[in-house]
C-alpha cells in the first residue's frame, strides 16, 4: 500500500508541492529562528567560553550574570587561595570603558584584566603577536573584530583601516599601545573586547576603591568542584560557581529578565502555525480530492489500518522533505552569514531536534484530520457518481 | 420471487442469497426506506441485471450485496457468510478476496499507470507491487491493451478504455463476484456495447456471479436474467432473452 500511497502523493503535484513548501519554510523559520536566538543566548556568556582554564568563578554575592559587575578587594584572591582544594587562584579584571578613536570620537569596550604574573583568562586565540607583550607598558591585546570594525581608523575618504600592532590609542584618557590582535567569541552587546594586564586595568579604571570583578580558580585534580564550591564560600562569603553554573545562572538572566525569548517565540510560533495552515489545509485538501479512492481502496479491501498508515506515510514523507530543505535552508544560511556578519547563528542537535518535533507535530495534526475523515467514510460512497 | 434460470446457467450453488432485505435512510420524518423486503438469489456463473428507475434501490442493494453497506433487516448471504457476522475489518478482507468492483465513473486512480491500477487488488491482498503490475499486465493483454497503453494514466484513456482497465481491475485477483453498477452510463452506445461483451466473456468465466445494476435497456440483452426493481423491491424477475423480445414486441 506503500507504493499506491506514495505515487498518490506524487501524482498530485501541485499539492505535494504546496504542502512541501510550507513545511519547508515552517522548518526554516522555526531553525533559524532558534538558532538566532541560541546563538544570541550563547554570546551572553561568550567571556565564560573563551576563559576557558578556570574551573571556578568567585564573584560577589549580588552579581546576578557575567557582565553584572560587582567589584570585590583584591585580598579575596588571597582568601580563596588559602582554601582547601584550590591549585591556583588569580584576579580578573572586567569592565566597560571609553577608548577614544583617531577621530576623537568615542567607543565603549569590554577591558579585560588579567593577572599580571600568570596572564591566565587571555584570549583564546592570537591572530598576531604575543600575549606575553602585555607586559610592555601600556600594551593591549584588541579583538579582531573591534580592530576591523568599531576601532578601525576612519579615512578621510570615509574607508576604515583596521587597527595593527603598534597603533595608539587612548583607554579612558590613559594612553596605550596595541601589542596584538586576537580572535573572541563575539559578546552580547558586540563591543570590542581588549585585554591587558590586571595592573594596567586598574589603573585605566575610573578610580575606585574596589576594582576586582572575578577571581579565576583552578581546583586541584580529583576535587569535587561543587563542593570547592561550598568551601570557598563558608571561607570568603563570597558566591562561587563551576563555570557551567556560570553559564547558566547568565543564561537564565538573559532568559528572565529581556524580552528576547518572547521575540523569538512569536516568531517560532508563526512558523509553525504558518505550516498548520499552508501544509495541513494542502494536506487535507488533498485528501479530500483522493476521498473518493480512498472508498474505492476500502471497497476494494483496504482496511482501515492500511488507509491509516497510507495517509501516515504520506504525511511523514511530506514532513521529512519539508524538514530536510527548511533545515537544509536554514544551515545554509547560517553558514552564509556566520562570521561574515554581526548575525548570532547557532544550530546545535537540540534545535534540529525541536524542529523536527514541531514538524511532526505540524504533519500528524494534518494527518489526524485527513485519517479521521478516511476512518469514517463509508465505502458506499464509490457508488455514488 | 420466482426464480428463472436460464438453461444456459450452470445450476451450482447458490452464490448471493437475499430474503426480505430492508434499508431505511435517515429517521423519522426524513426516513427513506430503500429496501423494503427484497428477496433474490445469485447463482455462481450467472449474469444478473438489476433494472429499474431512478432511487428505486438497485445501488442500494448491490452495496449491501458488496458488503460495503449494512442492512437493516432481513437475511443476506454471500458465498454462505452473511456480513452480520463478520467484524468490519473482516468484512473488507472478504470484499477484497471475494468480490470485484466496476463503477459507473471507473474509479481509477489518476496518478497510477493503467497496469498499476489494475494491480491495486492485488496490492491491498498484499502481493508486492512488482509481482501485481506483472499480473495485471497479463490481463491487461486480454483485454486489449499494449504496452503503450498500460504506462498510460488514466486521463490519457478514452471512456471505453477506462472501463476496459476497471473491468481489468474488477478481475484480476480472481473474485467470485462481480458488482457493477452502470458500467455504460458514461459511455456512448457502440462503446458500451463492446464493454459488455468484455464483461460476459472475462466476468463469467470460472464460473463467476455477475450482478450489473442498469438502466440501460441497449444492453439488457447480456443478461442471463433480469430483476425488475421499483419503489424498493424487486417487483419481477424474467431472463434476459425473453425481455428483449417483450421490449421488442412493445
Known amino acids: ?385 | 420471487m420466482n426464480a428463472i434460470f436460464p438453461e444456459n446457467v450452470v445450476e451450482t450453488e447458490i452464490a448471493v442469497r437475499c430474503s426480505g432485505l430492508t434499508k431505511t435512510f435517515g429517521s423519522g420524518n426524513s426516513a427513506v426506506k430503500a429496501l423494503r423486503g427484497v428477496d433474490m438469489e445469485v447463482r455462481n456463473g450467472e449474469f444478473l441485471m438489476l433494472v429499474g428507475p431512478s432511487g428505486c434501490g438497485k445501488t442500494t442493494l448491490i452495496s449491501v450485496i458488496a458488503g460495503v453497506l449494512r442492512r437493516d433487516g432481513g437475511v443476506c448471504s454471500v458465498f454462505d457468510e452473511d456480513y452480520n457476522h463478520l467484524t468490519e475489518d473482516e468484512t473488507t478482507s472478504f470484499r477484497g478476496s471475494n468480490i470485484g468492483f466496476v463503477f459507473q465513473a471507473f474509479n481509477l486512480i489518476p496518478s497510477l499507470t493503467t497496469a498499476e491500477n489494475v494491480a491495486t487488488p492485488l496490492i491491498i491482498n498484499g502481493m508486492k507491487p512488482r509481482a501485481a503490475v506483472g499480473r495485471a499486465r497479463d490481463i491487461l493483454v486480454q483485454v486489449g491493451f499494449d504496452d503503450r497503453m498500460m504506462n498510460s494514466l488514466p486521463t490519457d484513456l478514452s471512456g471505453g478504455q477506462q472501463q476496459r482497465v476497471a473491468i481489468a481491475r474488477a478481475l484480476v485477483h480472481h473474485p467470485r463476484l462481480i458488482v457493477c453498477d452502470e458500467p455504460t452510463s458514461a459511455l456512448d452506445g457502440e462503446t458500451g456495447h463492446k464493454v459488455m461483451e468484455l464483461l460476459r466473456k472475462l466476468g463469467r468465466a470460472e464460473n463467476r456471479a455477475l450482478i450489473v445494476v442498469t438502466h440501460d435497456s441497449r444492453i439488457f440483452e447480456f443478461a442471463d436474467r433480469i430483476a425488475e426493481m421499483e419503489d424498493g423491491r424487486i417487483t419481477r424477475v424474467v431472463d434476459g432473452a425473453s425481455h428483449v423480445a417483450s421490449m421488442n414486441e412493445n
Open chain 1, 1 to 385: 500500500m506503500s507504493f499506491i500511497a506514495l505515487k498518490m502523493l506524487f501524482g498530485d503535484r501541485a499539492k505535494y508541492l504546496g504542502i512541501v513548501v510550507g513545511l519547508t519554510f515552517a522548518s526554516l523559520l522555526i531553525t533559524q529562528q532558534s538558532a538566532i536566538f541560541a546563538g544570541m543566548m550563547t554570546r551572553t556568556f561568550s567571556f565564560l567560553s573563551d576563559v576557558g582554564l578556570p574551573d571556578i568563578w568567585v564573584v560577589d554575592p549580588q552579581v546576578k550574570y557575567i557582565d553584572d559587575i560587582r567589584p570585590m578587594q583584591d585580598t579575596e584572591v588571597l582568601r580563596v587561595r588559602g582554601v582547601e582544594g584550590v591549585q591556583w587562584a588569580v584576579p580578573l579584571y572586567k569592565g566597560s570603558l571609553a577608548v577614544r578613536r583617531t577621530d576623537g570620537t568615542y567607543q565603549s569596550c569590554v577591558v579585560i584584566g588579567l593577572d599580571d604574573e600568570t596572564l591566565m583568562g587571555g584570549p583564546p586565540r592570537m591572530l598576531a603577536g604575543r600575549m606575553s607583550d602585555l607586559r610592555r607598558s601600556g600594551g593591549v591585546i584588541v579583538d579582531a573584530t573591534g580592530a576591523a570594525g568599531k576601532l578601525a581608523h576612519k579615512m578621510p575618504d570615509g574607508t576604515r583601516v583596521p587597527l595593527k600592532i603598534g597603533d595608539e590609542m587612548e583607554i579612558n584618557d590613559n594612553w596605550s599601545v596595541v601589542v596584538g590582535i586576537c580572535k573572541v567569541t563575539q559578546t552580547f552587546q558586540a563591543n570590542p573586547v581588549i585585554y591587558t594586564t590586571y595592573s594596567s586595568a586598574t589603573s585605566f579604571a575610573p578610580s575606585q576603591r574596589l576594582l576586582l570583578s572575578f577571581v579565576t580558580v583552578k581546583a586541584k585534580p580529583g576535587q569535587d568542584l561543587n563542593e570547592l564550591c561550598r568551601r570557598i564560600e563558608k571561607a570568603t562569603s563570597r558566591r562561587a560557581y563551576t563555570r557551567n553554573q556560570f553559564k547558566m545562572v547568565t543564561f537564565l538572566y538573559y532568559l528572565k529578565y529581556t524580552g528576547m525569548p518572547i521575540n523569538f517565540l512569536t516568531a517560532v510560533a508563526l512558523g509553525f502555525l504558518v505550516g498548520v495552515a499552508i501544509s495541513g489545509q494542502t494536506f487535507y485538501n488533498f485528501t479530500l480530492d483522493n476521498l473518493r479512492y480512498f472508498g474505492t481502496l476500502k471497497a476494494m479491501g483496504a482496511k482501515n489500518g492500511a488507509l491509516l498508515r497510507m495517509i501516515l506515510l504520506q504525511a511523514l514523507v511530506v514532513g521529512g522533505i519539508g524538514y530536510g530543505l527548511g533545515v537544509g535552508a536554514a544551515s545554509a544560511w547560517g553558514m552564509l552569514v556566520n562570521g561574515r556578519t554581526q548575525l548570532a547563528f547557532r544550530l546545535p542537535w537540540h534545535l534540529l531536534l525541536i524542529s523536527a518535533v514541531a514538524v511532526l507535530v505540524i504533519c500528524l495534526s494534518s494527518a489526524a484530520l485527513s485519517i479521521r475523515k478516511v476512518m469514517k467514510l463509508e465505502p458506499a460512497v464509490v457508488f455514488r457518481s
